[in-house]
Protein backbone atom coordinates (compact mmCIF):
# COMPACT_ATOMS: atom_id res chain seq x y z
CA UNK A 1 0.00 0.00 0.00
CA UNK A 2 1.41 3.36 -1.03
CA UNK A 3 2.44 5.54 2.13
CA UNK A 4 3.62 8.80 2.33
CA UNK A 5 4.80 11.42 4.82
CA UNK A 6 4.21 15.00 5.78
CA UNK A 7 7.08 16.24 7.95
CA UNK A 8 7.04 19.63 9.06
CA UNK A 9 9.51 21.29 11.32
CA UNK A 10 8.05 23.75 14.25
CA UNK A 11 10.24 25.98 13.16
CA UNK A 12 8.29 29.13 12.02
CA UNK A 13 4.58 29.28 10.46
CA UNK A 14 3.03 26.33 7.53
CA UNK A 15 4.63 28.40 4.38
CA UNK A 16 2.47 27.93 2.04
CA UNK A 17 5.42 25.63 0.40
CA UNK A 18 4.74 23.21 2.91
CA UNK A 19 1.38 23.19 2.62
CA UNK A 20 1.09 22.67 -1.73
CA UNK A 21 3.68 19.49 -0.27
CA UNK A 22 1.17 18.12 1.81
CA UNK A 23 -1.19 19.07 -0.70
CA UNK A 24 0.23 16.78 -3.74
CA UNK A 25 1.30 14.01 -1.30
CA UNK A 26 -2.04 13.84 -0.01
CA UNK A 27 -3.68 13.84 -3.32
CA UNK A 28 -1.03 11.41 -4.73
CA UNK A 29 -2.12 9.18 -1.75
CA UNK A 30 -5.77 9.38 -1.77
CA UNK A 31 -5.49 8.79 -5.84
CA UNK A 32 -3.51 5.30 -5.03
CA UNK A 33 -5.77 4.72 -2.31
CA UNK A 34 -2.69 4.78 0.31
CA UNK A 35 -2.12 6.19 3.98
CA UNK A 36 -1.18 9.70 4.76
CA UNK A 37 1.69 10.52 7.50
CA UNK A 38 1.70 13.59 9.16
CA UNK A 39 5.07 13.96 10.98
CA UNK A 40 6.16 16.37 13.71
CA UNK A 41 9.96 16.33 12.64
CA UNK A 42 10.93 17.86 16.14
CA UNK A 43 14.45 17.04 17.22
CA UNK A 44 15.68 20.56 16.67
CA UNK A 45 14.97 21.20 20.51
CA UNK A 46 16.44 24.69 20.35
CA UNK A 47 14.66 26.06 17.46
CA UNK A 48 11.14 24.54 18.02
CA UNK A 49 8.33 26.75 19.25
CA UNK A 50 4.79 26.35 20.19
CA UNK A 51 4.00 29.10 18.02
CA UNK A 52 5.31 27.42 15.04
CA UNK A 53 3.93 23.69 15.97
CA UNK A 54 0.50 25.61 16.17
CA UNK A 55 0.35 27.86 13.18
CA UNK A 56 1.35 24.31 11.27
CA UNK A 57 -1.65 22.51 12.69
CA UNK A 58 -3.71 25.34 12.79
CA UNK A 59 -2.70 25.69 8.62
CA UNK A 60 -3.33 21.65 8.08
CA UNK A 61 -7.02 21.58 10.01
CA UNK A 62 -8.20 24.91 7.78
CA UNK A 63 -7.50 22.88 4.62
CA UNK A 64 -9.65 20.12 5.50
CA UNK A 65 -7.63 17.25 4.02
CA UNK A 66 -7.21 15.46 7.27
CA UNK A 67 -4.26 12.57 7.34
CA UNK A 68 -4.75 8.79 8.75
CA UNK A 69 -1.45 8.20 11.18
CA UNK A 70 0.22 11.15 13.81
CA UNK A 71 3.86 10.97 15.45
CA UNK A 72 6.51 13.68 17.02
CA UNK A 73 9.70 12.16 16.39
CA UNK A 74 10.72 13.33 20.01
CA UNK A 75 8.97 10.80 20.72
CA UNK A 76 10.71 8.70 18.67
CA UNK A 77 14.12 9.04 19.96
CA UNK A 78 14.99 5.20 20.99
CA UNK A 79 13.87 4.32 17.24
CA UNK A 80 16.55 6.96 15.72
CA UNK A 81 19.45 5.33 18.40
CA UNK A 82 18.75 2.09 17.96
CA UNK A 83 18.77 3.10 13.83
CA UNK A 84 22.17 4.63 14.00
CA UNK A 85 23.93 2.07 16.39
CA UNK A 86 22.75 -0.87 14.29
CA UNK A 87 24.35 1.23 11.18
CA UNK A 88 27.98 1.85 13.72
CA UNK A 89 27.61 -1.83 14.85
CA UNK A 90 27.98 -3.01 11.03
CA UNK A 91 31.25 -0.84 10.45
CA UNK A 92 29.48 1.98 8.57
CA UNK A 93 29.72 4.65 11.34
CA UNK A 94 32.21 6.01 13.75
CA UNK A 95 32.64 8.07 16.60
CA UNK A 96 34.43 11.39 16.51
CA UNK A 97 36.08 12.10 19.09
CA UNK A 98 37.05 16.26 17.93
CA UNK A 99 36.38 19.03 20.33
CA UNK A 100 33.21 20.93 18.60
CA UNK A 101 35.51 23.76 19.10
CA UNK A 102 38.51 22.09 16.68
CA UNK A 103 38.08 23.48 13.20
CA UNK A 104 38.82 20.41 10.85
CA UNK A 105 42.22 21.25 8.77
CA UNK A 106 41.69 20.31 4.69
CA UNK A 107 43.87 21.78 2.75
CA UNK A 108 42.36 19.96 -0.62
CA UNK A 109 38.89 21.62 -0.07
CA UNK A 110 35.78 21.36 1.77
CA UNK A 111 35.87 19.43 4.67
CA UNK A 112 34.61 15.36 3.50
CA UNK A 113 36.04 13.17 7.06
CA UNK A 114 38.14 13.28 9.83
CA UNK A 115 40.91 10.90 9.04
CA UNK A 116 42.39 10.42 12.68
CA UNK A 117 38.82 9.51 13.83
CA UNK A 118 37.85 7.63 11.30
CA UNK A 119 40.51 5.36 11.64
CA UNK A 120 40.30 4.74 15.20
CA UNK A 121 40.56 1.17 15.95
CA UNK A 122 37.18 -0.09 17.39
CA UNK A 123 38.81 -0.80 20.95
CA UNK A 124 40.07 2.57 21.51
CA UNK A 125 36.71 3.83 20.36
CA UNK A 126 35.08 1.95 23.11
CA UNK A 127 37.30 3.23 25.49
CA UNK A 128 37.04 6.40 25.32
CA UNK A 129 33.53 6.73 24.45
CA UNK A 130 33.15 4.26 27.99
CA UNK A 131 35.42 6.82 29.41
CA UNK A 132 33.07 9.59 29.34
CA UNK A 133 34.46 11.83 26.50
CA UNK A 134 31.79 13.44 24.31
CA UNK A 135 31.75 12.27 20.64
CA UNK A 136 29.86 12.89 17.48
CA UNK A 137 28.61 9.36 15.97
CA UNK A 138 29.55 9.88 12.09
CA UNK A 139 28.39 7.91 8.77
CA UNK A 140 31.32 5.85 7.49
CA UNK A 141 31.28 7.31 3.63
CA UNK A 142 32.70 5.02 1.46
CA UNK A 143 36.45 6.62 0.55
CA UNK A 144 38.65 3.14 -0.42
CA UNK A 145 36.82 3.32 -4.31
CA UNK A 146 34.69 6.23 -5.38
CA UNK A 147 31.35 4.89 -6.10
CA UNK A 148 27.87 6.85 -7.45
CA UNK A 149 25.02 7.11 -5.72
CA UNK A 150 22.07 7.08 -8.18
CA UNK A 151 18.59 8.61 -7.36
CA UNK A 152 16.31 7.81 -10.20
CA UNK A 153 13.37 10.81 -9.01
CA UNK A 154 9.89 10.50 -10.85
CA UNK A 155 10.67 14.21 -11.73
CA UNK A 156 14.29 15.11 -12.48
CA UNK A 157 14.99 11.69 -13.55
CA UNK A 158 18.05 10.34 -13.01
CA UNK A 159 21.02 12.42 -10.41
CA UNK A 160 23.99 11.20 -8.98
CA UNK A 161 26.66 12.56 -6.74
CA UNK A 162 29.91 10.49 -6.02
CA UNK A 163 30.97 9.49 -2.82
CA UNK A 164 34.14 11.33 -3.46
CA UNK A 165 31.86 14.43 -2.88
CA UNK A 166 30.17 13.82 0.31
CA UNK A 167 31.24 14.35 4.06
CA UNK A 168 31.36 11.79 6.40
CA UNK A 169 27.56 13.41 7.83
CA UNK A 170 26.78 13.27 11.51
CA UNK A 171 24.05 10.77 12.76
CA UNK A 172 24.08 11.65 16.42
CA UNK A 173 24.84 14.66 18.04
CA UNK A 174 27.44 15.01 20.88
CA UNK A 175 24.35 15.44 23.36
CA UNK A 176 23.04 11.87 21.93
CA UNK A 177 20.13 13.29 19.95
CA UNK A 178 19.77 12.18 16.01
CA UNK A 179 20.48 14.41 12.79
CA UNK A 180 17.78 15.22 10.25
CA UNK A 181 19.22 13.00 8.22
CA UNK A 182 18.97 10.10 10.57
CA UNK A 183 15.93 10.70 12.37
CA UNK A 184 14.15 11.09 8.74
CA UNK A 185 15.13 7.67 7.07
CA UNK A 186 14.65 5.77 11.01
CA UNK A 187 11.35 7.29 10.72
CA UNK A 188 10.66 6.59 7.26
CA UNK A 189 12.17 3.18 7.27
CA UNK A 190 10.33 2.27 10.91
CA UNK A 191 7.03 3.69 9.04
CA UNK A 192 6.86 1.93 5.97
CA UNK A 193 7.15 5.32 3.90
CA UNK A 194 6.91 4.06 0.31
CA UNK A 195 6.92 7.05 -1.75
CA UNK A 196 8.27 10.43 -0.30
CA UNK A 197 7.08 13.92 -2.58
CA UNK A 198 9.30 16.77 -0.74
CA UNK A 199 10.43 20.73 -2.17
CA UNK A 200 13.28 20.35 -4.34
CA UNK A 201 15.45 22.17 -1.86
CA UNK A 202 15.84 18.70 -0.54
CA UNK A 203 17.29 16.84 -3.10
CA UNK A 204 20.65 17.43 -2.45
CA UNK A 205 19.74 15.34 1.10
CA UNK A 206 18.71 12.73 -0.83
CA UNK A 207 21.75 11.47 -1.11
CA UNK A 208 23.28 10.94 2.18
CA UNK A 209 19.46 9.47 2.65
CA UNK A 210 19.99 6.88 0.33
CA UNK A 211 23.23 5.63 1.86
CA UNK A 212 21.43 5.69 5.45
CA UNK A 213 18.17 3.16 4.11
CA UNK A 214 21.55 0.98 2.35
CA UNK A 215 22.92 0.92 5.65
CA UNK A 216 19.75 -0.02 7.52
CA UNK A 217 19.04 -2.75 4.94
CA UNK A 218 16.10 -0.89 3.73
CA UNK A 219 14.68 0.20 0.17
CA UNK A 220 14.48 3.85 -0.45
CA UNK A 221 11.46 5.02 -0.82
CA UNK A 222 10.05 6.14 -4.45
CA UNK A 223 11.18 9.93 -4.83
CA UNK A 224 9.40 12.86 -6.08
CA UNK A 225 11.01 16.15 -5.60
CA UNK A 226 8.54 19.49 -6.27
CA UNK A 227 9.80 22.55 -7.93
CA UNK A 228 10.38 25.49 -5.66
CA UNK A 229 7.61 28.63 -5.53
CA UNK A 230 9.14 31.73 -6.44
CA UNK A 231 8.23 35.56 -5.90
CA UNK A 232 7.76 37.58 -8.90
CA UNK A 233 11.17 39.11 -8.91
CA UNK A 234 12.43 35.66 -9.50
CA UNK A 235 13.66 35.32 -5.89
CA UNK A 236 12.67 32.02 -3.71
CA UNK A 237 9.58 32.68 -1.72
CA UNK A 238 10.81 32.94 1.52
CA UNK A 239 9.13 33.84 4.89
CA UNK A 240 12.06 36.16 6.05
CA UNK A 241 12.13 38.14 3.02
CA UNK A 242 7.90 38.07 1.79
CA UNK A 243 6.73 37.71 5.51
CA UNK A 244 2.75 36.93 5.36
CA UNK A 245 2.06 36.32 2.21
CA UNK A 246 3.80 33.28 2.32
CA UNK A 247 1.65 32.03 5.62
CA UNK A 248 -1.37 29.70 5.05
CA UNK A 249 -3.42 31.87 7.93
CA UNK A 250 -2.98 34.99 5.75
CA UNK A 251 -5.07 33.08 2.88
CA UNK A 252 -7.33 31.54 5.78
CA UNK A 253 -7.70 34.82 7.83
CA UNK A 254 -8.65 36.81 4.57
CA UNK A 255 -11.71 34.68 3.66
CA UNK A 256 -10.08 32.20 0.89
CA UNK A 257 -11.94 29.19 1.18
CA UNK A 258 -10.14 25.51 1.58
CA UNK A 259 -10.93 24.14 -1.53
CA UNK A 260 -10.21 27.16 -3.49
CA UNK A 261 -6.51 27.21 -2.05
CA UNK A 262 -6.22 23.94 -2.46
CA UNK A 263 -6.87 24.43 -5.92
CA UNK A 264 -4.78 27.30 -6.64
CA UNK A 265 -1.72 25.56 -4.47
CA UNK A 266 -2.18 22.18 -6.62
CA UNK A 267 -1.77 23.76 -10.01
CA UNK A 268 1.36 25.32 -9.05
CA UNK A 269 3.95 23.16 -10.52
CA UNK A 270 1.36 20.43 -11.40
CA UNK A 271 -1.61 20.28 -14.33
CA UNK A 272 -3.84 18.31 -15.40
CA UNK A 273 -3.70 17.01 -18.81
CA UNK A 274 -7.13 18.57 -20.00
CA UNK A 275 -5.13 22.22 -18.53
CA UNK A 276 -8.37 22.64 -17.13
CA UNK A 277 -8.27 25.10 -13.66
CA UNK A 278 -11.02 24.91 -11.31
CA UNK A 279 -11.84 21.69 -10.26
CA UNK A 280 -13.10 20.26 -7.50
CA UNK A 281 -11.27 17.94 -4.52
CA UNK A 282 -12.40 14.82 -5.95
CA UNK A 283 -11.10 15.99 -9.43
CA UNK A 284 -7.95 16.70 -7.88
CA UNK A 285 -7.72 13.50 -6.51
CA UNK A 286 -8.93 11.81 -9.44
CA UNK A 287 -6.55 13.37 -12.23
CA UNK A 288 -3.65 14.16 -9.77
CA UNK A 289 -0.20 11.70 -10.91
CA UNK A 290 3.46 12.47 -10.64
CA UNK A 291 3.55 12.66 -14.77
CA UNK A 292 1.79 15.91 -14.45
CA UNK A 293 4.43 17.64 -12.05
CA UNK A 294 6.61 20.10 -14.36
CA UNK A 295 10.69 20.59 -13.23
CA UNK A 296 10.24 24.41 -13.74
CA UNK A 297 9.28 26.58 -10.77
CA UNK A 298 6.50 27.64 -10.38
CA UNK A 299 4.97 31.78 -9.26
CA UNK A 300 3.48 32.95 -7.23
CA UNK A 301 1.83 37.00 -8.06
CA UNK A 302 1.53 39.06 -5.54
CA UNK A 303 2.64 43.35 -5.47
CA UNK A 304 3.11 45.08 -2.13
CA UNK A 305 -0.30 46.97 -2.81
CA UNK A 306 -1.82 43.16 -2.92
CA UNK A 307 -0.45 40.22 -1.60
CA UNK A 308 -3.13 37.72 -3.37
CA UNK A 309 -2.12 35.96 -6.53
CA UNK A 310 -4.68 37.20 -9.62
CA UNK A 311 -5.59 33.52 -9.99
CA UNK A 312 -6.04 32.44 -6.51
CA UNK A 313 -8.34 35.38 -5.75
CA UNK A 314 -10.19 34.34 -9.65
CA UNK A 315 -10.36 30.60 -8.30
CA UNK A 316 -11.77 31.47 -5.39
CA UNK A 317 -14.79 33.75 -6.37
CA UNK A 318 -15.64 30.73 -8.74
CA UNK A 319 -15.76 28.37 -5.65
CA UNK A 320 -17.66 30.64 -4.20
CA UNK A 321 -20.15 30.74 -6.34
CA UNK A 322 -20.25 26.94 -6.59
CA UNK A 323 -21.52 26.60 -2.84
CA UNK A 324 -25.32 26.13 -2.13
CA UNK A 325 -26.60 28.92 0.24
CA UNK A 326 -26.48 27.09 3.87
CA UNK A 327 -22.72 26.29 3.15
CA UNK A 328 -22.10 29.90 1.70
CA UNK A 329 -23.79 31.01 4.47
CA UNK A 330 -21.98 29.04 7.39
CA UNK A 331 -18.75 29.94 5.98
CA UNK A 332 -19.66 33.85 5.73
CA UNK A 333 -20.93 33.95 9.40
CA UNK A 334 -17.18 34.17 11.31
CA UNK A 335 -16.57 36.90 9.02
CA UNK A 336 -19.48 39.14 9.26
CA UNK A 337 -19.17 38.82 12.90
CA UNK A 338 -15.80 40.18 12.39
CA UNK A 339 -16.93 42.97 10.17
CA UNK A 340 -19.26 43.78 13.75
CA UNK A 341 -22.11 42.94 12.20
CA UNK A 342 -23.82 41.68 15.91
CA UNK A 343 -27.21 40.78 14.22
CA UNK A 344 -25.47 38.70 11.67
CA UNK A 345 -27.88 35.23 12.28
CA UNK A 346 -27.43 32.06 10.28
CA UNK A 347 -30.69 32.71 9.32
CA UNK A 348 -30.14 35.80 7.96
CA UNK A 349 -27.16 35.50 6.41
CA UNK A 350 -29.03 32.20 4.24
CA UNK A 351 -31.28 34.86 3.02
CA UNK A 352 -28.18 37.24 1.55
CA UNK A 353 -25.70 34.69 0.51
CA UNK A 354 -27.27 34.13 -2.90
CA UNK A 355 -27.92 37.66 -3.27
CA UNK A 356 -23.83 38.40 -3.04
CA UNK A 357 -22.46 35.85 -4.23
CA UNK A 358 -21.58 37.09 -7.74
CA UNK A 359 -20.54 40.36 -5.94
CA UNK A 360 -17.52 38.63 -3.53
CA UNK A 361 -14.35 37.66 -4.27
CA UNK A 362 -12.89 36.52 -1.22
CA UNK A 363 -15.03 36.03 2.13
CA UNK A 364 -14.47 38.93 4.22
CA UNK A 365 -16.07 41.03 1.54
CA UNK A 366 -18.76 40.34 3.33
CA UNK A 367 -18.26 43.36 5.08
CA UNK A 368 -17.98 45.80 2.25
CA UNK A 369 -20.59 43.99 0.30
CA UNK A 370 -23.50 43.39 2.51
CA UNK A 371 -23.36 45.99 5.21
CA UNK A 372 -26.32 47.44 4.33
CA UNK A 373 -28.31 44.28 5.38
CA UNK A 374 -27.09 44.36 8.71
CA UNK A 375 -26.58 48.14 9.46
CA UNK A 376 -27.90 51.62 8.38
CA UNK A 377 -25.93 52.87 5.33
CA UNK A 378 -23.50 55.53 7.17
CA UNK A 379 -23.72 58.70 4.55
CA UNK A 380 -25.77 58.77 1.87
CA UNK A 381 -24.60 60.36 -1.75
CA UNK A 382 -27.88 62.84 -2.45
CA UNK A 383 -26.31 62.76 -6.36
CA UNK A 384 -26.92 59.64 -6.05
CA UNK A 385 -30.54 59.73 -5.01
CA UNK A 386 -30.73 61.93 -8.12
CA UNK A 387 -31.47 59.15 -11.85
CA UNK A 388 -29.69 60.01 -14.12
CA UNK A 389 -30.33 63.01 -16.37
CA UNK A 390 -33.47 63.74 -13.81
CA UNK A 391 -33.49 66.12 -10.89
CA UNK A 392 -34.46 66.12 -7.20
CA UNK A 393 -38.27 66.74 -7.90
CA UNK A 394 -38.06 63.19 -10.17
CA UNK A 395 -36.21 61.42 -7.21
CA UNK A 396 -38.59 62.87 -4.43
CA UNK A 397 -41.71 61.60 -6.86
CA UNK A 398 -39.93 58.21 -7.56
CA UNK A 399 -39.47 57.77 -3.24
CA UNK A 400 -43.04 59.01 -2.66
CA UNK A 401 -44.67 56.42 -4.85
CA UNK A 402 -42.54 53.55 -3.67
CA UNK A 403 -43.23 54.21 -0.04
CA UNK A 404 -46.37 53.89 -0.87
CA UNK A 405 -46.78 51.47 -2.82
CA UNK A 406 -44.47 49.14 -0.32
CA UNK A 407 -46.60 50.17 2.65
CA UNK A 408 -49.40 49.15 1.13
CA UNK A 409 -48.29 45.61 -0.64
CA UNK A 410 -50.24 42.87 0.52
CA UNK A 411 -47.10 40.44 0.77
CA UNK A 412 -43.24 41.62 1.24
CA UNK A 413 -41.92 39.26 -1.20
CA UNK A 414 -39.67 40.38 -4.46
CA UNK A 415 -41.99 39.31 -6.85
CA UNK A 416 -44.77 40.81 -5.58
CA UNK A 417 -42.54 43.70 -4.67
CA UNK A 418 -41.54 43.88 -8.54
CA UNK A 419 -44.99 43.84 -9.82
CA UNK A 420 -46.31 46.58 -7.69
CA UNK A 421 -43.01 49.03 -8.08
CA UNK A 422 -43.09 48.55 -12.36
CA UNK A 423 -46.15 49.18 -12.06
CA UNK A 424 -45.84 52.29 -10.45
CA UNK A 425 -42.84 53.25 -12.68
CA UNK A 426 -45.71 52.98 -15.65
CA UNK A 427 -48.37 55.43 -13.66
CA UNK A 428 -45.58 58.15 -13.12
CA UNK A 429 -44.25 57.38 -17.12
CA UNK A 430 -40.64 57.09 -15.51
CA UNK A 431 -38.50 54.49 -17.06
CA UNK A 432 -37.49 51.48 -14.68
CA UNK A 433 -33.69 53.18 -13.95
CA UNK A 434 -35.45 56.87 -13.02
CA UNK A 435 -37.16 54.95 -10.81
CA UNK A 436 -35.22 52.18 -8.83
CA UNK A 437 -32.25 54.15 -8.92
CA UNK A 438 -33.46 56.16 -5.70
CA UNK A 439 -35.06 53.44 -4.04
CA UNK A 440 -31.66 51.23 -4.25
CA UNK A 441 -29.69 53.87 -2.89
CA UNK A 442 -32.06 54.85 -0.20
CA UNK A 443 -32.15 51.39 0.82
CA UNK A 444 -28.89 50.20 0.43
CA UNK A 445 -26.67 53.45 0.50
CA UNK A 446 -25.33 53.58 -3.07
CA UNK A 447 -25.89 52.55 -6.80
CA UNK A 448 -24.49 49.57 -7.04
CA UNK A 449 -25.83 46.63 -4.96
CA UNK A 450 -27.31 43.26 -5.18
CA UNK A 451 -30.81 42.94 -7.26
CA UNK A 452 -33.39 45.32 -5.89
CA UNK A 453 -36.64 43.58 -5.23
CA UNK A 454 -34.44 40.30 -3.32
CA UNK A 455 -32.88 42.88 -1.70
CA UNK A 456 -36.13 44.64 -0.64
CA UNK A 457 -37.94 41.38 0.48
CA UNK A 458 -34.74 40.46 2.82
CA UNK A 459 -34.73 44.42 4.17
CA UNK A 460 -38.20 43.54 5.55
CA UNK A 461 -41.26 46.13 4.90
CA UNK A 462 -40.55 48.36 8.42
CA UNK A 463 -36.54 48.87 7.15
CA UNK A 464 -37.22 49.54 4.02
CA UNK A 465 -39.94 52.17 4.77
CA UNK A 466 -37.87 54.08 7.27
CA UNK A 467 -34.71 54.14 4.35
CA UNK A 468 -36.84 55.56 1.80
CA UNK A 469 -38.17 58.01 4.29
CA UNK A 470 -35.23 59.63 5.26
CA UNK A 471 -33.59 59.18 1.52
CA UNK A 472 -37.10 61.59 0.78
CA UNK A 473 -35.82 63.95 3.41
CA UNK A 474 -32.88 64.60 1.77
CA UNK A 475 -34.07 65.49 -2.16
CA UNK A 476 -37.68 66.94 -0.72
Given amino acids: MTRVRFAPSPTGYLHIGGARTFIFNWLYARHQGGVVVLRIDDTDVERNTQTSLDSIYEGLEWLELGWDEFYRQSERLEIHRRAAWAIFEKGLAYRDFTPASATPENPGGGWLCNPGMRELTREESDRRASAGEPFVLRFRVPRESRREVVISDSVYGRVSKSTGDLEDFALLRSTGMPTYHLASCADDADLRITDILRGQEHLANTFKHALIFEALGVETPKLAHLPLLMAPDGAKLSKRVHGPVVAVTTYRDAGFLPHAFVNFLALLGWSP ?40 VWLNAEHLRALDA ?151
Fill in 326 to 476: DDLARRLLPYAARAGFSNATPEKLRAVAPLIRERIRLLRDVGAVADFFFTEPRSYDPAELIPQKGDATLAAQALRKAREVLSTAPAFDHATLEAALRAAAAELKLKSGQMFQPIRVAVCGRKHAPPLFETLEVLGRDTVLARLTFALGLVS
Fill in 273 to 312: KNDREMMSREELVERFTLEGINRSNATINFTDEDPFDPKA
